[in-house]
């Protein structure tokens, strides 16, 4: 039609360009130039070596692991002879993995269904003594998973734990509790990883916009049939995930297996792999077979947990933005709930505190008598005072946990700024890449990376090298959940009102992002700290003698039988691990959301 | 000054997604799809659309914070950006000012140093020394009246103190060219509205050159010396305020700015500058068309409800009369609308409030010819 008007722009179409090709094309040696002068940039080279890092950290030890395993005694092909010697004959694989998932899922089931109900309480309801919720969810991260379960040895051992002398045998003249069983493990586990559950339903139950609920009462439902037909179903995602989380959480655990199992032959897949490599002579095959059959099982539920979540998307209930709802008034029940909390806080923290400082006053362990009460003394503390290992022990752990920390939230800052920032190709492979760890168990890590290293010519086993390697590598995906999610909640304006402003991208980075970051970073560097001094499962089969840290001595202290040294080292590291703990928070540093693991 | 050639930018395809082209083997849809203008030096030019028309993203383009997928920008004879070239200045080496539509205020830093910034990041050569830097930003501190806050720590700030911070650290190296993203849309109502005025003051009393992106009409229509258009990644028109709204060139850019009555017509004569056309309910005469159509095109019609003068007695001696029924009347408060049925046709005129005309009462309708535009028929 002729009536266009004179100032109308010429419309698309008629570019010179040909094609909507995604990117100009110059000629090729122009590019490859280009390419070049890019790649040896600062940024370049920073960015490009973070990425080669991760990519070592989190694939090498896996790739020796499977190189390994399938190779036969000859080392010249590949075998299954690993496996069947893992799995068949008198190896009572069957039992073992009917433990390993009865143990995980029991764990599991009892961490949700605690956690959810006090996340609901504590969000939802005006329940009293609020606070104590967060005390209490600050238990794994100030007591490590050995010293909660010694603790709980105390408790519930058959013949001379604190439950049965005290409680059971003068009420009914029995002992029915076995701490050295399934149920015992599962219970301690549970106990350990509610918190964790609890702190991922908090934020569910707080994300979640609470006019959905209520306007579902203004449909006129009651409030038993809101929480059924709207409030569970739109957590379930956040359930869903954190199940699963925690089911891979207690299937890769080793110490309350280790401790709780091993006494009465009960084995998992980690406590199976330690005997193994206990033996004589070590079979390394056929633990790396079950080191493959227990890192897919947890590869299988980490994938089921993606896909649960990718297909859930469609009805976010998470927004990002927190909203306090109004709390249900409890009425009559609300003394009930309240004796409730204190006795949860009661049985899981204070009791298991408790007992360890108890056994830590006594000569040998026994159940609270008068006799045992008038015999408490010191000794064990000076005993460790003079312990020299003991500092040597601190010191190697702070050493390795100071480094692990600052590699780790360095590094994952750069990697985060590539995955979030960047559109560069590979940028989610590199992501998943940094993730793989958390599939990887300790114990498989421990074993893939002495193999990694009794093989390759870097002189670093048996040093605190390699301790510092495996952390950096376990912890890699919790520093970047905190270098992401730091970065995620800050605006790209403002990285783009620097370039804008003339700033390059290293003077971006060190004067916008970094400043901006910082407390995210603090909170990840100080997690990672706090969880290098309880790791356990891969440092147990990679340090040597002289090289020990803190948790291994008190792994030593079990299973020389030493239970009251083993309580006063405990006490020690409880009160370290305490006085890291509240300066994080007197720094500003949050837990809660992204702090979600224990070993 | 600037000038923008067949800018284009396009996306590997989502399902869903509008603006499909189909190439060899692959969809894309495209953000920006071949835009051209030019920004003449000293004027605010402004970038109005729908919200997804692709006018941040040429915006954006320009900066350098964006990679385009075609086109050229040039800044006088630099190129910024020339896609078979492979030229892609980077937003740092490019020394635009530019204002975020989140004001992207650093907040670990004062005010002070927030407006440094631009001058403590260039290159050692050029950098000016500490005190000249002082000088200069208490200089542009007190220009946009906030002199008195500079040490300051920059999130104590209320939300148009902010939006002027953004402002000063934009104008600090007195770039050649101020990019302004939605400088306004987080202000409230009334604060939005002196903020009009206030930075169409500072651009013309700075005489700076601007783009200016907005999706808000009136803004545009207020501040901007040019406006273009845009619409699913092209611009509909670009003219003066003045002519975007009285002579808007597409059946869009009449809907998208302002309100206006559409009426389907058919071209039946073209003597000089007049035009009359047969609408269902009669003739009507159109003048000054900016293009003469042919004899015999379907047009169709736009008339803004404010060119409608509405009666309750005939008029007789002008050339475009309706008579009909009101239907419904709305009370805006500095006007008042009538929709009067004409046979098919529902007119909206608008008027002073002083006249009311109840709901049932036969009117006429008159609207002068030049108020008439001719509106190609997508």
Same mark, same amino acid.
């Given at each position: 039609?002729?009536?266009?008007?004179?100032?109308?722009?010429?419309?698309?179409?008629?570019?010179?360009?040909?094609?909507?090709?995604?990117?100009?094309?110059?000629?090729?040696?122009?590019?490859?130039?280009?390419?070049?002068?890019?790649?040896?940039?600062?940024?370049?080279?920073?960015?490009?070596?973070?990425?080669?890092?991760?990519?070592?950290?989190?694939?090498?030890?896996?790739?020796?692991?499977?190189?390994?395993?399938?190779?036969?005694?000859?080392?010249?092909?590949?075998?299954?002879?690993?496996?069947?010697?893992?799995?068949?004959?008198?190896?009572?694989?069957?039992?073992?993995?009917?433990?390993?998932?009865?143990?995980?899922?029991?764990?599991? $089931?009892?961490?949700?269904?605690?956690?959810?109900?006090?996340?609901?309480?504590?969000?939802?309801?005006?329940?009293?003594?609020?606070?104590?919720?967060?005390?209490?969810?600050?238990?794994?991260?100030?007591?490590?998973?050995?010293?909660?379960?010694?603790?709980?040895?105390?408790?519930?051992?058959? =013949?001379?734990?604190?439950?049965?002398?005290?409680?059971?045998?003068?009420?009914?003249?029995?002992?029915?509790?076995?701490?050295?069983?399934?149920?015992?493990?599962?219970?301690?586990?549970?106990?350990?990883?509610?918190?964790?559950?609890?702190?991922?339903?908090?934020?569910?139950?707080?994300?979640?916009?609470? =006019?959905?609920?209520?306007?579902?009462?203004?449909?006129?439902?009651?409030?038993?049939?809101?929480?059924?037909?709207?409030?569970?179903?739109?957590?379930?995602?956040?359930?869903?995930?954190?199940?699963? @989380?925690?089911?891979?959480? =207690?299937?890769?655990?080793?110490?309350?297996?280790?401790?709780?199992? @091993?006494?009465?032959?009960?084995?998992?897949?980690?406590?199976?792999?330690?005997?193994?490599?206990?033996?004589?002579?070590?079979?390394?095959?056929?633990?790396?077979?079950?080191?493959?059959?227990?890192?897919?099982?947890?590869?299988?539920?980490?994938?089921?947990?993606?896909?649960?979540?990718?297909?859930?998307?469609?009805?976010?209930?998470?927004?990002?933005?927190?909203?306090?709802?109004?709390?249900?008034?409890?009425?009559?029940?609300?003394?009930?709930?309240? $004796?409730?909390?204190?006795?949860?806080?009661?049985?899981?923290?204070?009791?298991?505190?408790?007992?360890?400082?108890?056994?830590?006053?006594?000569?040998?362990?026994?159940?609270? =008598?008068?006799?045992?009460?008038?015999?408490? &003394?010191?000794?064990?503390?000076?005993?460790?005072?003079?312990?020299?290992?003991?500092?040597?022990?601190?010191?190697?752990?702070?050493?390795?946990?100071?480094?692990?920390?600052?590699?780790?939230?360095?590094?994952?800052?750069?990697?985060?700024?590539?995955?979030?920032?960047?559109?560069?190709?590979?940028?989610?492979?590199?992501?998943?890449?940094?993730?793989?760890?958390?599939?990887?168990?300790?114990?498989?890590?421990?074993?893939?990376?002495?193999?990694?290293?009794?093989?390759?010519?870097?002189?670093?086993?048996?040093?605190?090298?390699?301790?510092?390697?495996?952390?950096?590598?376990?912890?890699?995906?919790?520093?970047?959940?905190?270098?992401?999610?730091?970065?995620?909640?800050?605006?790209?304006?403002?990285?783009?009102?620097?370039?804008?402003?003339?700033?390059?991208?290293?003077?971006?980075?060190?004067?916008?992002?970094?400043?901006?970051?910082?407390?995210?970073?603090?909170?990840?560097?100080?997690?990672?700290?706090?969880?290098?001094?309880?790791?356990?499962?891969?440092?147990?089969?990679?340090?040597?003698?002289?090289?020990?840290?803190? &948790?291994?001595?008190?792994?030593?202290?079990?299973?020389?039988?030493?239970?009251?040294?083993?309580?006063?080292?405990?006490?020690?590291?409880?009160?370290?691990?305490?006085?890291?703990?509240?300066?994080?928070?007197? @720094?500003?540093?949050?837990?809660?959301?992204?702090?979600?693991?224990?070993? | 000054?600037?000038?923008?050639? #067949?800018?284009?930018?396009?996306?590997?395809?989502?399902?869903?997604?509008?603006?499909?082209?189909?190439?060899?083997?692959?969809?894309?849809?495209?953000?920006?799809?071949?835009?051209? /203008?030019?920004?003449?030096?000293?004027?605010? /030019?402004?970038?109005?659309?729908?919200?997804?028309?692709?006018?941040?993203?040429?915006?954006?383009?320009?900066?350098?914070?964006?990679?385009?997928? %075609?086109?050229?920008?040039?800044?006088? *004879?630099?190129?910024? /950006?020339? %896609?078979?070239?492979?030229?892609?200045?980077?937003?740092?080496?490019?020394?635009?000012?530019?204002?975020?539509?989140?004001?992207?205020?650093?907040?670990?830093?004062?005010?002070?140093? !927030?407006?440094?910034?631009?001058?403590?990041?260039?290159?050692?050569?050029?950098?000016?020394?500490?005190?000249?830097?002082?000088?200069?930003?208490? +200089?542009?501190?007190?220009?946009?009246?906030?002199?008195?806050?500079? #040490?300051?720590?920059?999130?104590?700030?209320?939300?148009? +103190? +902010?939006?002027?911070?953004?402002?000063?650290?934009?104008?600090?190296?007195?770039?050649?060219?101020?990019?302004?993203?939605?400088?306004?849309? !987080?202000?409230?109502?009334?604060?939005?509205?002196?903020?009009?005025?206030?930075?169409?003051?500072?651009?013309?009393?700075?005489?700076?050159?601007?783009?200016?992106?907005?999706?808000? +009409?009136?803004?545009?229509?207020?501040?901007? !010396?040019?406006?273009?258009?845009?619409?699913?990644?092209?611009?509909?028109?670009?003219?003066?305020?003045?002519?975007?709204?009285?002579?808007?060139?597409?059946?869009?850019?009449?809907?998208?700015?302002?309100? #206006? !009555? /559409?009426?389907?017509?058919?071209?039946? #004569?073209?003597?000089?500058?007049?035009?009359?056309?047969?609408?269902?309910?009669?003739?009507?005469?159109?003048?000054?068309?900016?293009?003469?159509?042919?004899?015999?095109?379907?047009?169709?019609?736009?008339?803004?409800?404010?060119?409608?003068?509405?009666?309750?007695?005939?008029?007789?001696?002008?050339?475009?009369?309706?008579?009909?029924?009101?239907?419904?009347?709305?009370?805006?408060?500095?006007?008042? *609308?009538?929709?009067?049925?004409?046979?098919?046709?529902?007119?909206?005129?608008?008027?002073?409030?002083?006249?009311?005309?109840?709901?049932?009462?036969?009117?006429?309708?008159?609207?002068?010819?030049?108020?008439?535009?001719?509106?190609?028929? *997508?």
């Amino acid at each position: 039609m002729a009536l266009a008007s004179t100032a109308t722009a010429p419309r698309g179409g008629d570019h010179e360009t040909p094609g909507p090709g995604p990117s100009p094309e110059p000629t090729a040696p122009g590019r490859l130039l280009a390419l070049l002068r890019r790649l040896l940039s600062f940024q370049g080279l920073l960015v490009g070596g973070a990425v080669v890092i991760v990519g070592y950290l989190a694939l090498v030890p896996l790739g020796y692991l499977v190189h390994d395993t399938f190779l036969n005694s000859t080392g010249t092909g590949v075998s299954l002879g690993a496996f069947s010697r893992a799995y068949g004959g008198n190896s009572q694989a069957g039992s073992m993995m009917l433990n390993s998932l009865g143990f995980a899922l029991g764990s599991a $089931a009892l961490a949700l269904v605690l956690g959810t109900v006090l996340a609901y309480v504590q969000v939802r309801t005006d329940t009293p003594f609020k606070g104590l919720f967060f005390a209490a969810s600050l238990v794994p991260l100030i007591v490590p998973g050995i010293l909660y379960a010694t603790s709980w040895i105390f408790l519930g051992d058959p =013949s001379s734990g604190v439950i049965n002398t005290l409680v059971f045998k003068p009420l009914f003249g029995t002992a029915p509790v076995n701490i050295f069983s399934v149920w015992g493990m599962i219970w301690v586990q549970g106990l350990h990883l509610a918190p964790v559950t609890f702190l991922l339903m908090v934020a569910a139950f707080r994300a979640m916009d609470p =006019s959905l609920e209520e306007s579902a009462a203004m449909s006129g439902a009651r409030r038993s049939t809101v929480l059924r037909r709207i409030t569970v179903p739109l957590l379930r995602p956040a359930m869903i995930s954190a199940s699963l @989380l925690m089911f891979v959480q =207690s299937l890769e655990s080793f110490e309350v297996p280790g401790l709780l199992g @091993l006494q009465n032959g009960i084995y998992v897949f980690t406590s199976r792999i330690y005997f193994v490599l206990r033996a004589y002579p070590i079979d390394y095959g056929a633990a790396g077979a079950l080191a493959i059959g227990l890192l897919l099982i947890a590869a299988a539920g980490v994938l089921l947990s993606g896909w649960l979540q990718r297909s859930s998307r469609n009805f976010q209930t998470v927004t990002g933005k927190a909203f306090r709802p109004r709390p249900v008034d409890l009425g009559r029940a609300r003394p009930w709930v309240g $004796a409730g909390v204190i006795v949860y806080f009661l049985v899981t923290v204070v009791l298991p505190v408790a007992v360890l400082v108890y056994a830590s006053l006594l000569k040998y362990y026994a159940a609270p =008598s008068r006799k045992t009460l008038g015999s408490m &003394s010191l000794e064990n503390y000076s005993e460790v005072l003079h312990m020299p290992l003991a500092f040597t022990a601190l010191k190697n752990s702070l050493i390795v946990g100071v480094g692990a920390a600052t590699a780790v939230m360095l590094l994952t800052s750069v990697v985060s700024w590539v995955v979030l920032r960047t559109k560069a190709p590979g940028r989610r492979v590199l992501d998943l890449v940094a993730f793989t760890p958390i599939v990887i168990p300790g114990l498989v890590l421990g074993l893939a990376l002495s193999f990694v290293y009794l093989r390759m010519p870097l002189p670093i086993y048996g040093t605190l090298l390699i301790l510092l390697v495996s952390y950096c590598t376990r912890y890699l995906p919790y520093g970047m959940r905190y270098s992401s999610s730091a970065m995620a909640q800050m605006s790209p304006e403002l990285e783009e009102s620097a370039a804008v402003s003339g700033a390059s991208w290293f003077q971006t980075f060190r004067r916008v992002l970094l400043p901006l970051m910082s407390s995210g970073i603090l909170a990840g560097w100080v997690y990672i700290l706090v969880v290098s001094f309880r790791e356990l499962s891969s440092t147990i089969l990679l340090y040597s003698p002289g090289k020990e840290v803190l &948790s291994v001595l008190i792994w030593e202290q079990f299973e020389n039988g030493q239970f009251t040294t083993l309580a006063a080292l405990g006490v020690c590291m409880v009160l370290i691990l305490v006085l890291l703990v509240s300066i994080a928070y007197r @720094l500003g540093a949050r837990f809660g959301l992204q702090g979600d693991s224990s070993n | 000054m600037l000038t923008v050639e #067949s800018l284009a930018k396009s996306y590997e395809s989502s399902a869903g997604a509008a603006r499909r082209r189909k190439s060899a083997d692959s969809t894309r849809v495209f953000a920006v799809d071949g835009v051209d /203008f030019d920004v003449r030096d000293g004027e605010l /030019f402004t970038l109005l659309g729908p919200s997804g028309c692709g006018k941040t993203t040429t915006l954006r383009s320009i900066a350098g914070l964006e990679q385009p997928t %075609a086109g050229r920008v040039r800044l006088g *004879d630099r190129v910024l /950006f020339d %896609a078979a070239r492979g030229v892609n200045l980077r937003a740092n080496r490019r020394g635009f000012g530019m204002v975020f539509q989140s004001y992207a205020i650093w907040p670990h830093m004062s005010v002070f140093k !927030n407006v440094s910034f631009p001058l403590d990041v260039m290159p050692r050569g050029k950098r000016p020394g500490r005190k000249e830097i002082e000088e200069r930003v208490h +200089q542009v501190l007190d220009v946009i009246e906030l002199g008195a806050y500079a #040490s300051r720590p920059a999130t104590k700030l209320s939300g148009g +103190q +902010q939006q002027r911070l953004a402002l000063a650290r934009a104008l600090v190296t007195r770039p050649e060219l101020m990019l302004l993203d939605e400088p306004l849309s !987080n202000l409230d109502a009334k604060l939005r509205e002196s903020m009009r005025f206030e930075l169409k003051r500072l651009q013309r009393e700075l005489n700076l050159t601007a783009i200016y992106v907005t999706h808000d +009409q009136s803004e545009a229509l207020v501040m901007s !010396n040019r406006i273009a258009v845009m619409n699913e990644g092209r611009i509909e028109q670009i003219g003066k305020p003045r002519e975007i709204y009285t002579r808007p060139a597409t059946r869009f850019v009449a809907e998208f700015i302002g309100t #206006s !009555n /559409f009426i389907e017509a058919r071209v039946v #004569s073209v003597t000089g500058g007049e035009v009359a056309v047969e609408t269902t309910q009669g003739r009507l005469i159109a003048r000054e068309c900016p293009r003469t159509p042919a004899l015999g095109d379907t047009v169709l019609l736009s008339i803004r409800p404010e060119s409608v003068d509405v009666s309750t007695a005939p008029r007789g001696d002008v050339p475009n009369e309706w008579s009909g029924k009101v239907r419904t009347r709305a009370f805006l408060g500095d006007a008042i *609308d009538h929709i009067t049925g004409v046979g098919d046709l529902e007119i909206r005129s608008r008027s002073n409030p002083t006249v009311s005309i109840p709901p049932g009462t036969e009117v006429h309708l008159s609207v002068a010819p030049d108020k008439v535009t001719l509106v190609p028929v *997508d």
